[in-house]
């Protein structure tokens, strides 16, 4: 099914998937939008494969509208809707009925767009009309404004980076609904974009971010095959920069210093070492290699992904998944910060690369963020956010320490605390993750041996079609705070296909049965495979040991991680409101308990010194109310480690000496944590 029909829905079809009643007034009055809905067209789409001479990939996303989130992850969404992704718009102008997307003489760059392409997916997987209702407007205004010139968006700045954004947001728009406005749009956009770049080449942003646009570049090749979208391509990879030569000798190796930034000195237009040290560029630029590759077909620029993250790692790794960026790289130590624009972007390249390169440590990546750096950088219900979040971080107040070049508001928790990117960024994460829980693996130029592909785990329910059969998977899991996901797979009819399954790298021992028969055991960090006629009811179950784990990090200090979760100890917090902003407020954390503990932990044996306490989920799945996991360690007291002007000191070189009287204290999940240390010094045993 690759190459066939993969456009033009007729009309039905698209009003049947938007599926709401109350849009027939927003969409333009036309013979196309007359068509009543039915419920016989909304069988899910199937996954569009690479359209040859593309390489293939590994797996395929599904269209956005084929996972269902349910359990804790359908709660987590709700969370979002009802804070400030459900309602920005009506509390920040920047965002509001003045926008440049929507025709206004307000904001008419990248904050638009942001808003939009975390606002689509999550109202398509909540099903949430009012979600829909708001984010058709800014499509509507974009898909019914285009210029006779093939430009998009608002006509007060031609810059091509905030378009590389909404173009995201059509690919994603388009999937769900169908809507047979987009593939022509963004193919006469693509055609004035080719003319154009000769004279008018992409500069800042739109050069280091250009990989996103070659995605959606390559997203209309394989619905529509036109030749000039490779030649755009190849023109995108000319002009942009290159990633894959700054990581193949990776020269960045230390914290970049203000000093070091005013170095490089352009006349033109940003500088160029600013933006290749900039946080939320080598988030997105992480995807670089991979989606490159499939126009290269070169299997270095598919592994580049892995260098990439190896180098991140090496000289910029924090516990919590992430590599400092505050806002450029800003090395090991934990209480540098990283920027919230960076965690989504990050996790959206790696959603991206996993499934283009398919290698399993990039899922295992992609939950370390999801489960930790997003949900702890963000207020339980979602209606403040971070700037810059820190593995230790023992305050949240106005300061400049640690930061290099951002601002004193960087690590508060309100509505733009530094600078609004994240305020219109941030919302992309959960529902991005949510939608590739699941892939299709199969070949590129058949679907006989179309599969189905467990690629990160958390309860949903996935309804797709496999060579015209429909197929629908239940996934039941708690996870991550629990190991066991089970999942019962319902075709329509029995029908034979793979279905994988990622086995974690820190997952040894896992066991997988099938209906109660206990399959081989599957290869830690690998993709398990099982391939059968399943039919409907099949059951399977997973089970991932979860004994804790010990990590070692900057001054070989050590942090506690149980499956995806990282644990933290809870310093006491003490929430102060700085100010009201409109609909939601900013404010300041100050520890109200002591947090300078080193552990007695064994680090060849950790499970005999760490005590593990389990308890329901509550209704904020990461709130410290109601913490689903509890960690208890002995730990002492170390009086030389200590705080100046709101930030931990850099942590001691372990293995330390205390002669204070040990005590046991409890770790929380990352994310519960919002006042926490992560990384301990560790005692002399
Ligand atoms: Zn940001």
Redesign the pocket.
């Known amino acids: 099914m690759s190459f066939r029909s993969r456009i033009s829905p007729s009309r039905r079809e698209f009003l049947g998937n938007l599926a709401l009643a109350g849009m027939a007034s927003t969409l333009p009055a036309s013979p196309l939008f007359d068509a009543p809905a039915s419920a016989a067209t909304l069988s899910p789409a199937a996954a569009v494969k690479n359209r040859v001479p593309l390489a293939p990939s590994a797996f395929y996303p599904l269209p956005l509208g084929s996972i269902h989130p349910a359990g804790w992850l359908k709660s987590q969404l709700q969370i979002q809707t009802s804070g400030l992704s459900g309602h920005l718009d009506e509390t920040w102008s920047d965002v509001g009925s003045n926008s440049g997307w929507l025709g206004g003489s307000g904001e008419s760059w990248e904050r638009g767009p942001y808003f939009l392409d975390g606002l689509l997916p999550l109202a398509y997987l909540l099903g949430d009309t009012r979600l829909k209702t708001k984010a058709q407007k800014y499509i509507d205004w974009t898909l019914s404004h285009q210029s006779p010139s093939g430009m998009i968006g608002p006509s007060s700045n031609d810059d091509w980076w905030p378009r590389i954004v909404m173009l995201k947001v059509l690919t994603q728009y388009q999937e769900a609904t169908g809507d047979p406005r987009v593939v022509p749009l963004m193919d006469k956009y693509f055609r004035h974009q080719f003319a154009e770049l000769p004279s008018r080449p992409l500069r800042d942003w739109g050069k280091f971010r250009w990989q996103d646009n070659l995605l959606s570049v390559l997203w209309l090749y394989n619905r529509t095959g036109s030749p000039y979208l490779l030649d755009l391509a190849r023109l995108l990879h000319r002009q942009g920069y290159d990633w894959m030569a700054q990581y193949a000798n990776f020269q960045y190796t230390q914290r970049i210093t203000s000093e070091f930034l005013k170095l490089n000195n352009e006349a033109n237009g940003l500088k160029d070492l600013a933006l290749s040290t900039h946080g939320?560029n080598n988030g997105q630029a992480i995807k670089t290699g991979p989606v490159w590759s499939l126009v290269s077909g070169s299997p270095a620029d598919r592994s580049a992904v892995l260098k990439m993250i190896t180098e991140l790692d090496k000289y910029h790794g924090l516990p919590n998944g992430m590599f400092s960026c505050d806002?450029h790289l800003a090395g090991l130590d934990p209480s540098q910060g990283s920027?919230?624009?960076?965690v989504v972007e990050y996790m959206f390249s790696l959603e991206q690369s996993l499934a283009i390169v398919g290698d399993p440590a990039l899922g295992d990546r992609l939950e370390k963020l999801a489960f930790n750096a997003l949900p702890g950088t963000l207020t339980d219900d979602m209606w403040a956010h971070q700037?810059n979040q820190e593995p230790n971080q023992v305050e949240c107040s106005l300061h400049h320490k640690p930061w290099t070049t951002d601002g004193p508001e960087s690590n508060l928790y309100g509505l733009e605390p530094?600078?609004?990117?994240?305020?219109?960024?941030?919302h992309q994460g959960w529902p991005k993750f949510a939608a590739s829980l699941f892939f299709v693996s199969g070949a590129q130029d058949t679907d006989s041996r179309d599969g189905l592909v467990a690629a990160v785990y958390a309860p949903c329910e996935l309804r797709t079609t496999l060579r015209g059969t429909a197929v629908r998977v239940v996934e039941e899991t708690s996870y991550p705070f629990r190991g066991t996901v089970r999942l019962t797979v319902n075709p329509a009819s029995p029908l034979s296909f793979p279905l994988q399954f990622r086995i974690p790298a820190w997952a040894t021992g896992t066991t997988i049965s099938i209906n109660g028969h206990p399959e081989p055991r599957p290869t830690a960090g690998s993709f398990a495979q099982v391939e059968r006629t399943w039919r409907a009811g099949d059951r399977i179950e997973l089970v991932f040991p979860m004994a804790p784990r010990v990590s070692r990090w900057f001054h070989d200090s050590v942090a506690i991680e149980r499956g995806p979760l990282v644990f933290s100890y809870g310093i006491g917090e003490s929430w102060v409101k700085l100010r009201d902003r409109g609909m939601t407020a900013d404010w300041q954390v100050f520890p109200s308990t002591a947090w300078n503990y080193a552990l007695e932990i064994d680090p060849t044996a950790p499970e005999k010194s760490i005590e593990v306490t389990e308890a329901e989920i509550g209704p904020e799945p990461f709130a410290r109310s109601h913490v689903p996991v509890r960690l208890s360690v002995k730990a002492r007291k170390l009086d030389k480690w200590r705080a100046e002007d709101g930030v931990a000191n850099p942590i001691p070189q372990s293995p330390v000496v205390s002669d204070r009287p040990e005590e046991t204290i409890s770790l929380i999940p990352y994310a519960a944590a919002k006042l926490r240390i992560t990384a301990f010094p560790q005692c002399k045993s």
Request: a negative charge; charged letters at 10%.
């Open positions: 939320v806002e920027e919230l624009c960076t700037y530094n600078f609004g990117c994240c305020t219109a960024n941030f």
